[in-house]
């Protein structure tokens, strides 16, 4: 098949300035909302996804296993567990198992000036470091268990909508009531914890005025099974209690919004979807308006379908300008962008798979808004395209 | 305007390019579809946190906290609550959700005192199945909003479980209260053993105050009779409650406004590419026109029609579409026990179609303007 010269397709797009504009803006505005949805979607997975560890079992109130928020479970469990498990993992005598309270809380910088977003405040002990090693302090130091101290994540201003200044070292926030001072800063990057706050477990419990935890998360050693921690719960019934893997639980949590990341994929594909109509519309009348044009061509020896090609590469063209276009505004708006969501923040992951997630939604514009508008041009016998208007 | 008898020549004009008009309609649809979606959002969270006159409840929660989970108030606070002058009915509520956190999926059960609740709100309630008297027999009854039964296809006489509590679905109640289309109300110790194994916590208590006027100052007695209390309270209104714990929900709602902006926007573009295509197609015929004697006032009105009637079909489908998506599915934004119902109406049919003759005859307006101004020997040159 003798294909005309690519010069032709590109030189075409130069006839209307204005309809390439229309095209090139249209397929960016596709594209761009496209990867910002990839990206949302994929960014809130990754938080979730990655906050769980295989290794780890978290042992929460039976009933409770969709949200550890909702749980409460006797603080003697941890002390328990560690006295009839043989697999759990422990260093220098010390077992890695995490007593911890999760609450929701408002927060304020002052007692009268309570933010209105929740922000899941973690009540942990120095084990917590053990069982989660994601954690890294980043500024200042760990706390000092009796002396309301904190450490905030790095992401917990964006969950608080708080400026960074008013969770720096050596200020005072409020929340149940009590001042606490924040002496370090941590991060647990692509995780939910890198939006909390940790204090204390006992400052914690006296503040929220409970004597119960939340849960005990324990890291099981070498040859360590999830089955005997569940054996464990099942076998004390008096605790009330369930075995879950850590991951399990974070896979809970993904599906549990699968109903929002539903709702942002139908829009951004509708709007897509509106963007193809558009396109389709602005080909028709571009290719309408060339019937002679193609008759000329096809006069000249070009088969049907290196006119198609040649049509499919002047639509693609500029969809990709638009997709690479909107790729490179989106790294450069988007990247990193933390963004605040039910509870937690997580920054928006402008990684390989939502690139490709928008650039490919560009090409697809581009073959699409050309193929039926070319087709339906070349129907046309070509004496008769050679006498149209 | 134009006289009726030009309706026919307009159609014509409109189904002379069907793929295109097509088009031009499914683009329009689908804008208006968008559009319609983040309007009943928008009303949803009108409905749910807007107070009107007559609003006459307080909501008293644990001071400081907005989910459930947290919030544990003694039940025994009830006779003081009671005793408060202004205070008309007291019914004390325990809320259990599968998550505090926002989803479209959450299920939240409200366990109240059974007597209480019913002379309360007996008179709200429309029963689509089951009755009260069943709802009282059993200890395990539930009463699903229409809107939760809906969404999950129960019945009366199924056996619901969600949240770690299995209930026996004893009726399906219809209520104009947001709050209300999406809970499962069962009897309050049955919740609290269920899902505490204890009695006497509560996470709510709900009061009806005598005199609407009167709630801040009710709602500040109530507090300041708690203030010192081992658990300290916080009065709000009803739907100032709402509007607080959804405060997130609301900001990221409210963002999609820009969303609807866009879509108008993307209706505008698409009507007037569509008319400035054809009115290019249609130079010459346009100079025939006006040789036959149509004054060039009448050429723009029928060009500013042709907008009009391709916005508005497409603006109905979308509109329309929207609607059946929208009943069909009963949709709601759930955060912290809260709904936020999702809701269209016939007021967002006819702003729909307001919109789409705006947009039409907006579209339509340069194109028709430069059609009217063109000379005769100029269009049949252009050509």
């Not at chain 1, 002390?79 to 911890?100: C, D």
């Not at chain 2, 969270?45 to 807007?50: K, L, N, P, Q, Y």
């Amino acid at each position: 098949m003798r294909l005309l010269p690519f010069e032709y397709a590109v030189r075409n797009l130069g006839r209307s300035p204005l309809r390439l504009v229309m095209s090139v803006a249209g397929s960016a505005l596709v594209v761009l909302l496209m990867i910002a949805a990839s990206a949302f979607v994929r960014g809130m997975e990754r938080s979730l996804a990655d906050s769980g560890s295989p290794r780890n079992v978290i042992l929460l109130g039976a009933g409770s296993e969709e949200s550890i928020e909702r749980s409460e479970i006797k603080s003697s469990v941890p002390t328990q567990a560690i006295a009839s498990l043989r697999g759990i993992k422990s260093r220098l005598g010390q077992a890695y198992v995490s007593p911890e309270i999760h609450m929701a809380l408002t927060v304020g910088i002052a007692r009268e000036e309570q933010s209105t977003s929740q922000v899941v405040v973690r009540g942990v002990e120095f084990s917590a470091f053990l069982v989660h090693p994601q954690i890294r302090i980043s500024e200042g130091r760990m706390f000092q268990p009796g002396n309301n101290e904190i450490i905030v994540g790095k992401l917990a201003s964006t969950r608080l909508s708080m400026s960074e200044q008013h969770l720096a070292l050596g200020k005072t926030i409020w929340f149940d009531d009590k001042a606490w001072t924040i002496v370090g800063r941590f991060e647990a990057p692509n995780t939910v914890m890198d939006a909390e706050i940790w204090a204390p477990l006992n400052d914690l419990k006296v503040s929220a005025k409970r004597d119960t935890i939340s849960c005990a998360v324990l890291t099981l050693a070498d040859g360590g099974e999830l089955e005997d921690v569940s054996a464990f719960a099942a076998s004390r019934v008096d605790l009330e209690i369930v075995a879950m893997s850590e991951s399990e639980y974070y896979r809970k949590l993904i599906a549990f919004y699968q109903p929002v990341r539903m709702m942002i994929w139908v829009t951004a594909a509708l709007i897509a979807l509106g963007g193809i109509f558009g396109g389709l519309n602005t080909m028709y009348a571009a290719f309408a308006s060339r019937i002679r044009e193609i008759g000329t061509l096809q006069s000249l020896g070009y088969s049907r379908r290196a006119i198609v090609v040649s049509f499919v590469q002047e639509s693609t063209l500029a969809a990709a300008a638009g997709a690479l276009f909107a790729a490179a505004i989106s790294l450069i708006l988007f990247d990193g962008l933390a963004i605040k969501f039910s509870m937690g923040a997580f920054d928006l992951r402008m990684d390989g798979a939502a690139l490709a997630t928008g650039l490919a939604a560009g090409l697809i514009l581009g073959i699409i808004g050309a193929l039926p508008p070319a087709l339906r041009c070349l129907h046309m016998p070509i004496t008769q395209a050679l006498k149209a208007a | 305007m134009i006289a009726p008898k030009f309706v026919p020549f307009i159609l014509k004009q409109i189904i002379r390019h069907r793929a295109r008009t097509l088009l031009t309609l499914g683009g329009v649809a689908t804008a208006m579809f968008l559009f319609v979606a983040v309007q009943s959002m928008q009303r949803g969270v009108a409905i749910a946190t807007e107070q009107s006159a007559g609003d006459n409840t307080l909501i008293v929660y644990r001071e400081d906290r907005y989910c459930p989970f947290t919030s544990k108030l003694p039940e025994h606070y009830l006779p003081k609550i009671e005793r408060i002058a202004g205070v008309k009915a007291v019914v004390p509520m325990k809320v259990v959700v599968n998550n505090c956190r926002a989803s479209l999926d959450v299920v939240t059960f409200r366990g109240v005192a059974v007597d209480r609740f019913v002379e309360q709100n007996e008179s709200n309630f429309q029963f689509i199945g089951g009755s009260l008297a069943d709802w009282r027999k059993r200890s395990d009854a539930a009463l699903l909003g229409e809107t939760l039964a809906r969404r999950r296809g129960l019945k009366v006489g199924d056996r619901f479980d969600a949240a770690g509590v299995v209930s026996y679905v004893a009726g399906i109640v219809r209520s104009d209260e947001p709050q209300d289309q999406n809970v499962a109300y069962v009897h309050l110790d049955f919740l609290q053993q269920t899902v505490d194994r204890k009695l006497g916590i509560v996470t709510q208590f709900n009061v009806k105050v005598d005199d609407p006027k009167k709630m801040n100052e009710i709602a500040a007695a109530i507090d300041a009779e708690f203030r010192f209390a081992e658990q300290p309270t916080s009065t709000r209104p009803e739907k100032a409650f709402v509007a607080q714990a959804a405060a997130d929900m609301i900001e990221l709602i409210g963002f999609a406004k820009y969303l609807g902006i866009g879509c108008l926007v993307a209706v505008l573009a698409l009507v007037a590419n569509a008319i400035v295509l054809s009115v290019q197609d249609r130079i010459k015929e346009h100079a025939i026109l006006q040789t036959i004697g149509y004054d060039s006032s009448l050429i723009g009105r029928l060009i500013i029609t042709e907008g009009v009637m391709i916005g508005v079909i497409g603006g109905m489908l979308g509109t329309f579409g929207a609607l059946a998506v929208i009943e069909w599915g009963q949709y709601s934004l759930s955060i912290d026990g809260l709904s936020i119902p999702i809701q269209a109406g016939a007021s967002l049919v006819v702003s729909g179609l307001a919109i789409s003759i705006v947009l039409g005859v907006v579209a339509g307006l340069v194109p028709a303007w430069q059609a009217s101004r063109r000379s005769i020997a100029a269009c049949f040159r252009a050509v």
